[in-house]
């Protein structure tokens, strides 16, 4: 059975919208046993607070099973009682963070791994989204998944946009990362903007004009567990270079 690091990403809301989507985490079935570890932030009174929510699945379980394990495991991060999902009996949730009685929401989930097969990702619609993708710089592909057959890399942004190919013995993160850029580039796809932030690292940005998700896809072996994506909501406007100082840091 394959294993399946899912990295993905983020959306974020711009202020302007009032009734903006919020920021959903959509499990898949843990079709093996793995982990999957991401760290919630909102804002409080004195500036941004955040939590590392960690999560082993021993075994494969249901994508409603993994998502009541997660539930459990943000209700008990930090400071029991002060973050918690939004939504409940459902694969796909919301979180939110107490401040001073009152129930923020999420506004930056960052540090995503998923190891347990099938896949998460996150989610909206009608909101401006920054996207942060890395693999380990010193993460070289096998060529092979888990069970000694061809590997693959898969990245979707948006529903429209995905970039498949097969991994090569040896491939570098720096090449994928290189690879999936020009993919891009060369799509000229509206609203969708990329900046390389590093040598196996990309800020993806789209403009709130439709649904966005990113979904990021590899089961080569060496490149397990080296995979992390984030997303920051109201950070630079789609286009904007300068930030406004809450951008994810790698």
Excluded: C
Aim: proline content about 3%.
């Amino acid at each position: 059975m394959r294993m399946t690091v899912v990295a993905v990403m983020v959306l974020a809301a711009s202020a302007a919208v009032a009734q903006a989507d919020p920021l959903k985490l959509k499990v898949g079935a843990a079709s093996n046993g793995g982990s999957v570890s991401f760290t919630l932030a909102a804002k409080g009174d004195s500036g941004v607070e955040s939590v590392v929510v960690s999560v082993d699945f021993p075994s494969a379980v249901t994508a409603q099973d993994k998502a009541a394990v997660i539930r459990d495991a943000v209700v008990n991060a930090g400071v029991a009682g002060t973050w918690r999902t939004g939504s409940s009996a459902t694969v796909a949730m919301t979180f939110e963070h107490l401040v001073e009685g009152e129930w923020k929401p999420v506004d930056q989930i960052i540090n995503l791994v998923d190891t347990t097969g099938s896949g998460t990702s996150l989610q909206t619609k009608d909101q401006a989204v920054d996207f942060s993708l890395d693999i380990d710089p010193y993460a070289s592909a096998s060529g092979y998944d888990l069970e000694g057959g061809p590997s693959f890399l898969t990245i979707a942004v948006t529903n429209t946009l995905t970039f498949t190919r097969a991994v090569e013995p040896g491939e570098s993160a720096e090449s994928l990362v290189a690879q999936f850029e020009a993919f891009l580039a060369e799509q000229e796809a509206e609203g969708i903007v990329v900046r390389r932030t590093g040598p196996t690292s990309l800020r993806i940005s789209l403009d709130g004009s439709s649904s966005a998700a990113l979904n990021w896809q590899i089961t080569d072996s060496g490149l397990l567990g080296e995979a992390t994506a984030g997303a920051v909501v109201g950070a630079a406007e789609v286009g904007d270079d300068t930030g406004d100082g809450r951008a994810i840091d790698r």
